[in-house]
Every structure is written in C-alpha cells, then in structure tokens.
T-cell receptor, first 108, second 115 residues
C-alpha cells in the first residue's frame, strides 16, 4: 500500500516567520512530488512540484526532496496570514497518492 | 486558458439514488482523474481516464464508475448512494497520463450531500 504521511497540525506560526511542512512517503519508486494548497471550502491548487533530490525555490516557497530518506518538505518564508490553509503533499507515480494534509495557521 | 470545470457544484440526493458528475478538463489535456475528499480519509483516488480508457482504478466499490468521451470530457456515476458517499468530488486533468512528471490541475469540485 503506497502511503504518504503528513502531520495533521495545526501548525501555528507568527506572521513573518518560516513555516516548515513535512511529508514522508512509502513508495521508493516514486519519481514526482507535489505540494498543493487548499483553502477551506476550495479545491487544491498547485504550489510546487519537485522531481530531483535537493531544493527547488519559487518565490517565498522552497521544496526539498530527499529520496534516500523518502522525505519531502515545504518551507514558506515570510509567512503571511493569507498562507493559512491546508497543505497537501502528493507522491506521484500512477496514481497520485496524497497525504491527509497539514493545516497551517499564520497568526498576525 | 480556462481551467478545469465541474458540474454541478452542489448536489443533494437521498440514499438509494444515483448521481452523475461531469468534468471538462483544461483544453488539450487528455488525462482526467477523479478523487473523493472527506474530512476523515482525505483525498482518495477513484479512477483515471486517458484517451477514453480507464488506466487506473482506486479501491472503491463497483457502485462508482466513470467514462471519458472523445473530447476528453469525463463523467463519473455513483449508483445506490449511501450516506458515506457524502464528500467533495474532485476532478483533475493533466496533459498526458498522470504520474511521471505530469502535473494535475484540480477543478472546483462537486460537493455531494446524501441524506
């Protein structure tokens, strides 16, 4: 059974701080990893994709992948109240397998 | 380019009824995947269609079925509805088959309430 594990949270960080979200996956053959953000009552929207070991940066977001440890993380720098949402980690071969999400709360 | 669209957005049904949900993928996308999202189970994969063929199926009972048309639009059907089928049903499209390095883009979802 392919699984993706995330801490459900809530993770509370003050405005301007760095939020660190983590995810582990069970399928060693997985090649693609995705972070989606989901606001309450809305559908998931893509934030980052990462396929190779190391870091990938996009604005305030950095995704980190460590295939040896089967670990993916998402760092959000200068966190804003608008970042408050549930963050879903997806591990993708076919099909895409998601964790249950981590709820992030950024306190102004 | 228009995003993924789903209809209807909200639906209320009673136990034992059946329901059909529709999804139109992003123009040019050939793969459509369906997911069920509930507070307890999170996002769970239902099935994936590519070029009118079901390529993958999740661990759901046979009451859940789907199909894809030649224009890549997809429908899913749930027969003999149960209370536990109440959920947000999400459709996601990608250019080619899901997995590999294909990114899936989600539609707004259909919220189904079974009474």
């Amino acid at each position: 059974q392919k699984e993706v594990e995330q801490n459900s949270g809530p993770l509370s960080v003050p405005e301007g701080a760095i939020a660190s979200l983590n995810c582990t996956y069970s399928d060693r053959g997985s090649q693609s990893f995705f972070w989606y953000r989901q606001y309450s009552g809305k559908s998931p929207e893509l934030i980052m994709s990462i396929y190779s070991n190391g870091d990938k940066e996009d604005g305030r977001f950095t995704a980190q992948l460590n295939k040896a440890s089967q670990y993916v993380s998402l760092l959000i720098r200068d966190s804003q109240p608008s970042d408050s949402a549930t963050y879903l980690c997806g591990s993708g071969n076919t099909p895409l397998v998601f964790g249950k999400g981590t709820r992030l709360s950024v306190i102004a | 380019k228009a995003g993924v669209t789903q209809t209807p957005r909200y639906l209320i049904k009673t136990r034992g009824q059946q329901v059909t949900l529709s999804c139109s993928p992003i123009s040019g996308h050939r793969s459509v995947s369906w997911y069920q999202q509930t507070p307890g189970q999170g996002l769970q994969f239902l099935f994936e269609y590519f070029s009118e063929t079901q390529r993958n199926k999740g661990n759901f009972p046979g009451r859940f079925s789907g199909r894809q048309f030649s224009n890549s639009r997809s429908e899913m059907n749930v027969s003999t509805l149960e209370l536990g089928d109440s959920a947000l049903y999400l459709c996601a499209s990608s250019l080619e088959a899901s997995g590999s390095q294909e990114t899936q883009y989600f539609g707004p979802g259909t919220r189904l309430l079974v009474l």
